[in-house]
C-alpha cells in the first residue's frame, strides 16, 4: 500500500464535445514503501483519468510513471488500492469543485 503525498488535477477539455460528463486528469505523487515491488528509486506517480458522467464518478484510466523520467511502469492497482484513490480522486474533485 502507498500514500499519496501530493496531487494536481486538470480538466481535460473535450474538443470535439463527443465525450459525456467531464475528464479530470489527477496526477499524485506516492510514497511507496521500499519492501513494496512497485517502488522505484526515481519515485512513482500515478496518472489518473476521472470521469464524472450522471453524478456517477468513476476511474476510467490509470498508469504508474516513475516521477524524474516519466517512464511507464507496468503494474495494476489492487482492488483496495483502487477504491482509496477513487476516494481520494472524488473528495478532491469536490473540493475544486467548490472553490469554483
Sequence with gaps: MFDITEYSVELLKDPFGILTGTRHEFL???????DD???HEEGVSLRVIYVVEDESPRIAKYEFLTTTTNKYIDFELEEDEE????AFCKEHFEQSEGQN
Design 37 to 39: 515491488e512497485l517502488h
Design 83 to 86: 477504491k482509496m484513490v477513487l
Design 28 to 34: 499524485l505523487d506516492l510514497d511507496v514503501p521500499e
